[in-house]
């Protein structure tokens, strides 16, 4: 979950599995079983899920990051006119897969109410403060502290050092210039 941006790959190391809320909102509610499967068999653990009745206020408090960038009191009529599965799932690469999942569910959503039933956290951040809102337990600093170490370990120090090695070999007159045009070639 610690990171913003992904690769397209789905990760090997299971160290890098990132947590994720997904709500299922009152208009698509009736359709959560079909959704739950479509999760499972993509690979998502489910962690945690409860029924929510939210209310205005519970909205407001809800700090996410995406729901500062997006109408905030177009989301909370959707999301208080009944009730809603809240799930905190686990996947490598969980943002992507999520993105596809969800761009399915609320197409079908879409054509029965003219409103998306799918809502998920859609970076790092937002990921990290929806589980703190939520589902305070699942958060530790420690996890989120060895989760970044393998994200670099795995995806960001082997490109580095052999980028580093690479200009050191050869001595560019603008080193920091020709270190970046590798890294984008890479």
């Known amino acids: 979950m610690y990171r913003s941006e992904i690769s397209a790959k789905i990760l090997e190391n299971p160290n890098l599995v990132d947590k994720i809320v997904v709500i299922i909102l009152p208009n698509y509610f009736y359709e959560y079983e079909g959704f739950l499967q479509h999760l499972l068999r993509e690979n998502f653990g489910i962690i945690e899920k409860s029924v929510k009745n939210f209310k205005r206020n519970d909205i407001m408090e809800w700090r996410s990051s995406d729901l500062e ?8 009529e959707k999301i208080t006119s009944g009730p809603c599965m809240v799930l905190l799932c686990e996947r490598a690469n969980a943002f992507l897969e999520m993105r596809e999942l969800s761009k399915y569910h609320n ?22 403060q929806d589980i703190a809102f939520f589902y305070p337990k699942h958060i530790n600093e420690k996890e989120m502290i060895k989760h970044a170490q393998n994200y670099l370990s795995v995806e ?30 890479r």
Not at 108 to 125: A, D, H, L, P
């Open 107 to 128: 197409d079908i959503s879409k054509k029965m109410s003219s409103s998306t039933g799918i809502y998920f956290s859609r970076s790092t951040i937002a990921a990290y």
């Open 69 to 76: 960038s997006q109408d905030i009191w177009g989301l909370a």
């Open 156 to 185: 960001v120090w082997p490109k580095l050092s052999e980028a580093l090695a690479r200009v050191a070999v050869e001595k560019p007159e603008n080193p920091i210039k020709w270190l970046a045009e590798y890294l984008k070639t």
